[in-house]
């Protein structure tokens, strides 16, 4: 396939994409590359790109221990469009012991890797099995919320490429439905203080990688001026909802999975 995915290293590990939670829990459709049983599973997002491994921020609401035999922690994490739910058990050993003793609410990031679910009554649910939790300050998710509406456009503008196989793909799987998430994006901005979202558009990198290309980045300006249009009204975080997801069997990917991720704090590149 083509073009709009990130490289991986050459660890075989993925970058770590920014996506909002509007978009994953719409993004069912799961996938590989190769007949291989070893290889990665993908997601694919409904804005034409592929992710193995993501990472967002938002305020942990809530933690509860669902296991039956042995612990498995959930947690919710809210960010401006919806809600991301995530599971960590003994294969998960860190993130669990994170979940069991922070207090909520309070600003995470999370690194991890999607996980999808097929309900009793034919439905797909959507989760993430989190490599790494981190407590943020408030700042450090405005950032995130910044940078993660500047990919979500880029995605948007890639999406017509004619080398966007991910994107044909995600036509046949979710039709061209595009506008929530474009959508989605200036809520977000919408819901920073327009001071905090002019500081954090200033130090974004991906802002400034964006420039490079005249229509994604001017999209993006339009966006944050919408954002500084409107934030003084700001708009309520919508917080989606999911069924409880059943406990998942350990795999060789779970094994996998519980690297340490190679960044414990910031809004770097996670790879």
Known sequence: MSASSDGAESTGR??????????????????????????????????????????????????????SDSEYWQGRVVDPTGTFYIYAGQYQPEAASTLRQIETPTYVTVVGKPRSYETDDGNTN?????ESITQVDEPTRDRWVVETADQTIDRL??????????????????????????????????????????????????????????????????????????????????????????????SSDELSGSEESSEDTGLGEYE
């Open 14 to 67: 993925e970058v770590a994409k920014r996506l909002f939670a509007r978009e994953f829990n719409d993004a069912t459709y799961t996938f590989k590359e190769s007949e291989d049983e070893l290889a990665p599973n993908y997601t694919l997002l409904p804005t034409g790109d592929r992710v193995n491994r993501l990472f967002f921020a938002g305020t942990l609401t809530e933690t509860n221990d669902v296991g």
């Open 126 to 130: 959507v989760a993430v099995r989190p």
């Open 157 to 250: 503008e890639a999406f017509d490429a004619e080398t966007n196989d991910y994107a044909q793909m995600a036509r046949d799987e979710y039709g061209e439905r595009l506008s929530p998430y474009r959508e989605a994006a200036i809520e977000a901005l919408e819901s920073l203080d327009a001071t905090d979202a002019s500081a954090a558009l200033a130090t974004s990198e991906t802002t400034s990688d964006a420039a490079e290309s005249d229509s994604s980045a001017g999209d993006t300006e339009q966006v944050a001026a919408d954002a500084d249009t409107h934030a003084s009204g700001g708009s309520e975080e919508s917080v989606g909802s999911t069924e409880s997801v059943e406990s998942e069997e350990s």
